[in-house]
């Protein structure tokens, strides 16, 4: 699905009215009953609510929604933020309509003006849209403020009011708080940006059959990944498949004390379909594997306690398996590093860089120009900003993960609440999937092994990382709604992973 800026959403606006063809009026009509229904499934209506309208074309969709509600007896006071002279044509239209069927609206110019919010109350917030061009002041700022304050829940009205769509807001800027936001049609870019959680809250969406040819011809670098996107990626598997069809995987993962990291990975790895898997670990990991995974074949590396590279055992090299996957656990030690460096110059297909080989290119910037094109990288953020630098925002915060994926031409799996899946090509997917519980040690081992098993079978690399972020946030799903986002681990992770 995809995510357009504040302009694409205006011209979405004007191509639906053009081409349905449907009267302003009439479309706002639509988009207030759309939010009404959610509302009324949610809230019964002894709900007491108050609406706060602004003067555009959010505060037009506020009074159409107060006169729905009213309609199904609700009881609602609406408050006019009367925070300029000028008002939106289909405000102006929704103002007449609403002064015919309620007794008072209240406006709202002082701050004495600003009504008291109780605890079980619901506020509406429908003061600023799409439409914000400049932060809150004045009576408005005054506004946000005391519903911030109160105790009640909050409901946005498409997005926030304060909320830029596209673009950072300022840290001094009064931002509506709400439990909730319902937004007509399409995610907005602000929506999945960490630092604007609270902005939020829980966001729904709804459909109001905007014009589909214009999404569909819409030029934009932003996705986010919906299960039907997602599900339409998994290959089928035919009949006469062996385990030759799905490839054989390369794992180079685990140190002394991180042996853990190796068997996660691999496990993972064996889960998501992979047909071989061999792990190259450090020796004194042998044991561990062999029997904590016994689907996988191991590798011991000559060292003890680190990997280097060397082996008694003899394979065939690294170059000549389906992928390569390397980073779980295994330190930054310069025998890795010596390991790495041999290695990037003889690999040409795609692997998967994760963890301490991640720093370890970020310490010999060299290597990064080595790495196999399309190869999918899996930095959590501290570990992309050493691969580049700090950020200011989390917009410039993309820009860098866009500018570095088509510089390296890799595929950049940026981890944390809507992984961002980067792409050399410029886009950016953002995953739906996922919770807090996944922030525990051992998740991130586990998606290297899903992404390589993904690489094995041939899946493209872009595909893979938007299929193997996604499936990996469901199980994470899975496993907190079994054990609880607190008592998950990375191990029920690797258990709730289920590919269809
Ligand atoms: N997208 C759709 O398909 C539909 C959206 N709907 C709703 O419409 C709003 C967007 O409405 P719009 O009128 O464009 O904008 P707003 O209501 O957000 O703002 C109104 C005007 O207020 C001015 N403005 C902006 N920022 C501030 C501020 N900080 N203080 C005061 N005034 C501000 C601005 O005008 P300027 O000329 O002064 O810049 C805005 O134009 C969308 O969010 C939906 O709720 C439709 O109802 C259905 C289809
Ligand atoms: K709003």
Redo the contacts with the bound molecule.
């Keep these: 699905m995809k995510i357009l800026n504040a302009d694409q ?2 011209a ?2 004007k191509s ?1 009215i053009q081409n349905e063809p449907i009267a302003p009026i009439n ?2 009509e ?3 009953l759309a939010f009404v229904d959610w509302f009324v499934d949610r809230f019964p209506n002894t709900t007491s609510t108050k609406i706060f309208c ?8 506020g009074l159409a929604i107060a006169r729905l509600l009213l309609e199904r007896d609700y009881p609602i006071d609406v408050y006019v933020v009367r ?2 002279p000028r008002e ?1 044509d ?1 405000f102006m239209h929704n103002h007449r309509r609403l002064k015919l069927v309620i007794e008072r609206i209240h406006y709202v110019e002082l701050t004495e003006d600003i009504p008291a919010i109780r605890h079980n109350e619901v506020v509406i917030d ?1 003061i ?10 004045g009576i ?1 700022k005054d506004t946000i403020g005391a519903i911030n304050r109160a105790p009640a829940t909050v409901v946005s ?3 926030a009011s ?1 909320l830029y769509t596209d673009q950072a807001n300022s840290q001094a800027d009064t931002i509506i708080e709400p439990d909730y936001t319902v937004t ?2 399409l995610p907005k870019l602000a929506f999945v940006m960490p630092k604007n959680g609270r902005y939020v809250g829980e966001w729904h969406l709804v459909d ?1 059959r ?1 014009h589909k040819r214009y999404i569909d011809h819409a030029p934009t670098p932003y996705y986010y990944t919906q299960p039907k996107d997602a599900r339409l990626l998994l290959h089928k598997r035919e009949r006469f498949s062996n385990k030759g069809s799905f490839g054989h995987a390369l794992l180079l993962a685990g140190s002394y004390g991180k042996i853990g990291a190796a068997v996660l990975s691999a496990r993972a790895c064996l889960r998501s379909g992979v047909g071989l898997l061999t792990v190259h670990a450090p020796s004194c990991g042998y044991t561990t594997l062999q029997t904590a995974v016994p689907e996988a074949m191991c590798r011991p590396d000559s060292n003890e306690r680190m990997l280097t590279g060397q082996s008694e055992v003899d394979t065939p090299p690294p170059a000549d398996y389906s992928t390569v996957g390397i980073g779980p656990g295994i330190g930054k030690a310069p025998e890795t590093l010596a390991m790495l460096r041999d290695l990037l110059p003889t690999l040409t297909k795609p692997m998967v860089v994760d963890a301490d080989a991640l720093n370890l290119l970020s310490e010999n910037r060299e290597l990064l120009d080595k790495l196999p094109k399309y190869s999918i990288l899996t930095p959590h953020p501290k570990e992309f900003e050493r691969l580049t630098q700090t950020w200011k925002d989390d917009y410039q915060k993309l820009e860098l993960l866009r500018n570095f994926a088509k510089k390296y031409k890799v595929v950049v799996v940026l981890k944390g609440a809507y992984s961002a899946v980067a792409t050399p090509d410029g886009d950016i997917h953002f995953n739906s999937t996922g919770n807090p519980g996944l922030s525990t040690g051992g998740t991130g081992d586990v998606l290297t092994g899903v992404l390589t098993a993904l690489l094995a079978q041939g899946y493209d690399p872009i595909e893979a990382a938007v299929l193997g972020v996604f499936f990996h946030g469901l199980a994470g799903d899975r496993a907190a709604e079994q054990r609880g986002p607190i008592g998950m681990t990375a191990s029920d992770v690797v258990d709730a992973l289920r590919w269809e």
């Design positions: 959403i205006r979405l606006d639906t479309l706002m639509r988009a207030a602004g003067l555009g074309n959010n505060g037009g969709d925070y300029a939106s289909d429908a600023l849209g799409s439409g914000l061009s400049r932060p809150a002041e408005i009205v498409d997005i304060g007509f049609q109001i905007l």
